[in-house]
């Protein structure tokens, strides 16, 4: 099970930290990503972590501002996110499977096997 958190208010130009935790599977082997869904649009990916030292991939609009990591002996997935926008407002989700994905495929979400629940981030004044 993968259960995300982090979320809430911050104004525009600031910092959250997004965790994910796996429960009952080990973090080293998982491929991982973020997604999210603003209100009335489909859901995005915003970045991919590969396994066992998989590749890293982000969307054009968060490349330079978010960040991915892994913490294996925490079984944990990171979104460091930093000079948010009032784009960035969404829910997001991490999501896991148990292999790597090419750089054509990862931000597709009928590809990922694994579903955390949501954490709402809005980006406020």
């Known amino acids: 099970q993968l259960q995300a958190s982090g979320g809430g208010l911050v104004q525009p130009g600031g910092s959250l930290r997004l965790p994910c935790t796996a429960s009952g599977a080990t973090m080293n082997y998982l491929t991982v990503a973020w997604f999210r869904q603003a209100p009335g649009k489909e859901r995005e990916g915003v970045s991919y972590k590969g396994s066992r030292g998989g590749s890293t991939y982000y969307r054009n609009s968060v490349k330079g501002r978010f960040t991915i990591s892994k913490d294996n002996a925490k079984s944990a997935v990171y979104l460091q996110m930093n000079s948010l926008e009032s784009e960035d407002t969404a829910v997001y989700y991490c999501?896991?499977?148990?292999?790597?994905?090419?750089?054509?495929?990862?931000?597709?979400?009928?590809?990922?096997?694994?579903w955390g629940r949501g954490t709402l981030v809005t980006v406020s004044s």
């Open positions: 999501a896991a499977r148990r292999n790597n994905l090419i750089a054509s495929a990862w931000s597709d979400p009928r590809q990922w096997e694994y």
